[in-house]
């Protein structure tokens, strides 16, 4: 695990970005957000190459079990190269503006307008977070 926050008040409306550098021989790095390590209601998960996958983002809740994955095929990231996630949210969807600017949504399968718990893992080095 690379970065882990518990306790944080990340709530509806609000914008928590994440910026950071992927590394060379980044396979996958994943954003974890919920409310806590087992309670993960957005599983936000570039993959470069990963077991049959390759240049893709695979968005998923793990609420008691893994939910049904979504896939987005705009891929922006690049191994060695810095990025910027900005993730918001309300009561039916997340909304994730990725670093070429494209947005992709995930429905928030929760309902919930408060999360506590992030973590980030893989092969990045985290370099900020902030919440506005």
């Known amino acids: 695990m690379v970065f882990t926050v518990k306790d944080m008040s990340f709530k509806a409306g609000q914008e928590l970005t994440i910026s950071g550098k992927v590394k060379s021989s980044c396979e996958l790095f994943s954003v ?3 409310h806590n390590s087992e309670s993960i209601a957005l599983h936000f998960n570039p993959r470069f190459c990963y077991c049959g996958d390759s240049n893709v983002i695979v968005c998923n809740s ?7 994955e979504q896939r987005e095929h705009s891929f922006p990231f690049q191994q060695g190269d810095d990025f910027k996630v900005s993730i918001n949210f309300n009561n ?11 947005m992709m ?7 919930d307008d408060t999360f506590k718990h992030i973590d980030v893992q893989g092969d990045v080095k985290v ?3 902030k919440i506005k």
Request: net charge neutral; glycine share 22%; aromatic share 12%.
């Open 127 to 129: 370099q900020g977070i």
């Open 32 to 34: 974890n957000i919920g």
């Open 105 to 111: 949504s995930f429905p928030n399968r929760t309902g």
């Open 92 to 102: 039916d969807q997340f909304y994730i503006k990725l670093p070429n600017g494209t």
């Open 62 to 68: 793990n609420l008691g079990g893994w939910g049904e």
